[in-house]
């Protein structure tokens, strides 16, 4: 089955930490996106990448970094810098950067303070 | 920065009844979806509804966009208890260029039914 594989589900951050977000997929599709969700908030744009080796930032990218090596793999980190983590984090796919794409996301990881 | 607003927040029926949830937005758009996400999950793509029509349906899902109004409206007919979860619309905004196909997202409306 295509989809989107993201982990870990829980993730524990400690203070000055450097943690990471993993996200693949199999769909092969060209556009990958990071949001991040609090309640209330709905979702907020951290990152997307519309190819391999190419990224941009959204909405909220201080305090997170992101790489695009691979097709299928698009890593959050997010860096001791982000005084705020405690959120959940979804990852999305979409074929490619058109105007009509349905994004398909993953399940998400909640990430939480130690 | 946020495209969509949903309303309402939160909505509450029972089973069999219908369910409206509308969206407003505040610039131009291509298209307009709607997503759905039960609780703890990611997001699950419902429809997409483009901007040159006014009506779409999918199963017991009605989708209409007014542009002049800037605003969409979901029905959900006949809703069941697993229809419980969050809807959010999601537009493509005023972005060309660069940004093109990225999605600006509401807050959402929390649907609970009823058994």
């Known amino acids: 089955d295509g989809g989107i594989t993201q982990s870990p589900k829980y993730l524990f951050r400690k203070e000055g930490q450097n943690v990471t977000l993993s996200c693949e997929q199999n769909l092969n599709h060209d556009a990958m996106y990071w949001y991040r969700q609090d309640p209330g908030q709905g979702l907020r744009l951290i990152y997307y990448?519309?190819?391999?080796?190419?990224?941009q930032k959204g909405d909220i990218a201080e305090g997170y970094s992101v790489s695009r090596e691979k097709k299928e793999s698009f890593p959050l980190t997010v860096t001791s810098a982000q005084k705020n983590p405690t959120a959940f984090y979804l990852c999305?796919?979409?074929?490619?950067?058109?105007?009509?794409?349905?994004?398909?996301f993953g399940d998400g990881t909640r990430l939480s303070i130690l | 920065s946020q495209q969509g607003e949903e309303d309402p927040q939160a909505l509450s029926i029972q089973e069999g009844e219908n369910a409206t949830m509308n969206c407003s937005y505040k610039t131009s758009i291509n298209n307009l979806q709607w997503y759905r996400q039960n609780s703890g999950r990611g997001l699950v793509h419902l429809i997409l509804i483009r901007s040159n029509e006014r009506e779409k349906h999918s199963g017991r899902l009605r989708v209409t966009l007014d542009t002049s109004k800037k605003s969409s409206s979901l029905l959900i007919t006949a809703s069941r208890a697993a229809d419980t979860a969050s809807y959010f619309c999601?537009?493509?905004?005023?972005?060309?260029?660069?940004?093109?196909?990225?999605?600006?997202f509401g807050r959402g409306t929390q649907l609970t039914v009823w058994p």
């Open positions: 999305a796919s979409s074929r490619d950067r058109g105007m009509d794409q349905p994004q398909h």
């Open positions: 999601a537009t493509d905004g005023p972005d060309r260029g660069s940004t093109l196909g990225r999605l600006y």
């Open positions: 990448s519309q190819i391999v080796n190419d990224f």
